[in-house]
């Protein structure tokens, strides 16, 4: 074989060499997943391996899905504080991304309105990045009255519907008012009671994963 044949043919099963390992990497790269939310996902008074992004990622992962789950919940904010910080919360390399907020807008009598266009907003940003998102819901504490509930609590499923994002109605399902699966304020999630969470949200984040999956 001529010698500029023989550099010819190196040079191009060099290039397939490369090309399998790029492949190979891009494939081992874990699924980068935000949990955008407040103290609920952050966790005040559980041990960082109890709190819900550790565990969510654990559970994940056991079902055999290549996940990075990112902690981005921060003690105390409302919507329009999660808003005002997320372009630095949700980095570049994030493919999903979990909003966990509007409890604290609920718990201090926010005017419905105020956090439905915060969350409008951040889901409008989050979908021209082209993320996946799931919506976890937040249902108004009933001493706030029926009308606030009325206004309140349609918010998340007519918002999920407008931007096509996964929704999971009610963030505390099966862990709200019941005091073996709280902390002492009666509000935030002990361990036990994040292990229900994640049980529970985890076929909402698997359909998101599959779509990022089949989309290849």
Known sequence: MPPAI?????????????????????????????????SLTAGPGLAVDKTFPVRLEAALRERG??????????SGDTSRDGLARLDWSVGPD????VVELGANDAL??????ITR????????RLS????????????????LGEDFAAAFNPIYGELATKYGAEFYPFFLDGVAGDSRFNLQDGMHPNAEGVEIIVERILPTVESVIKRIDESG
Do not use: K, Y
């Open 6 to 38: 023989q550099s010819l043919v190196r040079l191009v099963a060099a290039l397939c060499s490369f090309a399998i390992a790029v492949t190979a990497q891009a494939a081992s790269e874990p699924i980068q997943i935000v949990v955008l939310g407040d």
């Open 65 to 74: 899905h290549a996940v990075a789950v990112i902690d981005a919940g921060v």
């Open 94 to 97: 994030a493919e999903v991304v």
């Open 108 to 113: 201090r009598g926010t005017d419905p309105d």
């Open 117 to 124: 266009s915060a969350l409008d907003s951040i889901l409008a």
């Open 128 to 143: 021209e990045r082209g993320l996946q998102i799931v919506l976890a819901g937040m249902l108004a504490p009933p001493n």
